[in-house]
């Protein structure tokens, strides 16, 4: 699976936009972006996956460069709980289950500090 | 509620004992795993499984063990051969689907002490 670079850290101000960058320069063609966070103490959340659309839930947008090799978690309303280290992962989506489904390689993320 | 269960959520280990973390998942999940998560770091795969009865073993299974006799429960064993186990044990599941969103859902974790 292809490596991601994150910032190690990144500020916000309270409800304004957060834009998270990852860059995945090697990432192939059936290679997936997904991002999760972490808040302290508990488990990793899932928030929003795509492959080369962009993709919006309610949690987040998730914007992919036409070359994929980079991508923008975006949070447009920052609250203090969105304080977190945040998971930028590409791996390819193993339908057949033939590998290590699971085995998402969870770097050290970047920790967003949302301020008042 | 649906949702994945860790327990305890403090555990302290005695110099050669064996203890273990408990996971239980009522999703209906086929697919479980266990991470380690060391202060500052990310996530490391333990083991995993994909099926009932079935386990394989992460980057990291050296002095753990595992069993799977039912779909809910993933019990991890950390035993006397792992010589640091202090850390944050995360247990995960993940649904068996051919689609393309194959996330992960988290237990809120087990923090484990040696004495």
């Known amino acids: 699976d292809a490596k991601t670079t994150q910032p190690p850290s990144m500020d916000c101000a309270e409800g304004r936009a957060a834009n998270l960058p990852c860059n995945h320069s090697?990432?192939?063609?059936?290679?997936?972006v997904y991002w999760y966070r972490q808040i302290h103490s508990q488990g990793p959340q899932y928030i929003i996956h795509g492959l080369k659309n962009n993709e919006t839930n309610e949690m987040a947008s998730l914007i992919i460069t036409e070359d994929r090799k980079s991508s923008t978690l975006i949070l447009p309303h920052a609250t203090l709980r969105d304080t977190a280290v945040y998971y930028c992962i590409v791996r390819v989506a193993r339908g057949n289950y033939g590998g290590s489904q699971g085995n998402l390689i969870f770097g050290k993320g970047t920790k967003l500090s949302v301020k008042p | 509620d649906g949702g994945i269960t860790q327990s305890p959520k403090y555990l302290f280990r005695k110099e050669g004992q064996n203890v273990t973390l408990s996971c239980e998942q009522n999703l209906n999940h086929d697919a479980m795993y266990w991470y380690r998560q060391d202060p500052g770091q990310g996530l490391r795969l333990i083991y995993y499984s994909q099926i009932v009865n079935d386990f394989q073993k992460g980057d990291i299974a050296e002095g753990y063990s595992v069993s799977r006799e039912k779909k809910e429960s993933f019990p991890l064993t950390v035993t006397s051969a792992q010589k640091n186990p202090t850390a944050f044990y995360l247990c995960a599941s993940q649904r068996r689907d051919r689609g393309t969103n194959e996330k992960l859902f988290f237990g809120s974790g087990t923090q484990l002490s040696v004495l």
């Open positions: 090697t990432i192939s063609g059936n290679e997936y």
